[in-house]
């Protein structure tokens, strides 16, 4: 774990994702030894008890080759080492199948609580570790004392299971001398694998208190103050004034790209001073008329100079600004609850500039009359920034 000189009352911030992520980097993970040591003992009962046949005749051709040593091997020097080579190599290999379940249960074991952490530090040389005096206040501390209080309650569980197991089957590892050599090595195969399980079941109870305590230590230890959250924040997201001068340039690239899109529109409605909406439709690409521009104040202002400047028609009307600002998006089409009142006045900009509306005809032989202004029935709750914006977003 990390060693940290701040007191841990002080610390009093959970670990955040980017401390987590260095903890790992360096190798510190969660680790419970009681979870691999159980999963090592459970697999190797495992073994035994599945590979019963297999061990037995394993011993039976061990104990072939070391007691029935042929007449002439005691005068030849060379088939002694080579009789010994046979049986050492017998031996692994009847190992085999227990030691490659116990290290692939040690390894399990092993990266179940954390997962896999590969880190080159902490194979670097830390000489304040040999510090004597480190060393005895790490074993007093409310660490140690755990670890002790652990290996206390490992030592009471395993010795009360084991003393069990012996009473029941005390009988039966007596008896094994009257067996025949093939029965005592099977009976004996047996037990032990019995015995194993039997310990292990106690070891899970260890096991199962262990993992939830190494996992919330292992973030108590990883705990921050205060003043290391806010310098965190700062290190991954910069400094505030840094932060807002990024956000202020990117709403000034914001504006002009809206901006940019103005001379576009087919009208600007007003507020006449305070709101500004430019709209735009195509009948061919789009489903109902489309926001381009929006803003308040200043913005509405400017919008309204670039507008007079490239002759977008400007539709004065309080309400009916007020309600495309609030329920509109820049980019979005506009609100249903609005389809009829700019429709009305798409009509009305149409006539008034002489341009045809989507989809009419023109009516030859009629002399062109002066549009009168449409008359709009808006929703007082759309000219309303909550309201408007909620009404827009159910109907949507």
Known sequence: MAENDTPQHDRTEQPSAKRLDDARARGEVPRSRELAMTAVVIAGAAALLGGGSYFRQGLERLFELGLEVPR?????????????????????????????????????????????????????????????????????????????????????????????????????????????????????????????????????????????????????????????????????????????????????????????????ADLVAMNPTHYAVALRYDAKNMKAPRVVAKGADLIAFQIRRVAEAHKVPIFEHPQFARALYHTSEIGKEISPKLYVAVAQVLTYIYQLTGRMAPGSKPRAGRPKAKPQMPVLVIDPELTEAQRGRASAGVEA
């Open 72 to 264: 002439e091997a005691l005068f030849d020097a060379a088939l002694l080492p080579r009789a010994l080579f046979e049986g050492l190599l017998g031996g692994m290999r009847l190992l085999l199948p227990i030691a490659a379940a116990t290290v692939g249960a040690a390894v399990l074991g092993s990266v179940a609580l954390g997962g896999w952490s590969f880190s080159t530090t902490a194979l670097t040389p830390n000489f304040s570790r040999l510090n004597p005096i480190a060393g005895f206040g790490r074993i007093a501390s409310v660490t140690g004392l755990v670890e002790l209080v652990k290996a206390l309650a490992k030592f009471a569980v395993v010795a009360v299971v084991a003393g069990v197991l012996l009473y029941n089957f005390g009988g039966d590892f007596l008896a094994l001398g009257s067996l025949t050599l093939e029965a005592a090595i099977e009976r004996s195969a047996w037990l032990v694998g019995v015995c194993l399980t039997g310990l292990a079941a106690s070891l899970v109870l260890v096991a199962a208190a262990d993992v939830p305590f190494q996992f919330w230590h292992h973030r108590r230890q990883l705990r921050m103050t205060k003043q290391e959250a806010k310098d965190e924040l700062k290190e991954t997201e910069g400094r505030p004034e840094v932060r807002s001068r990024i956000r202020s340039l990117q709403r000034a690239l914001a504006t002009r790209r809206m901006m940019a899109d103005v001379p576009k």
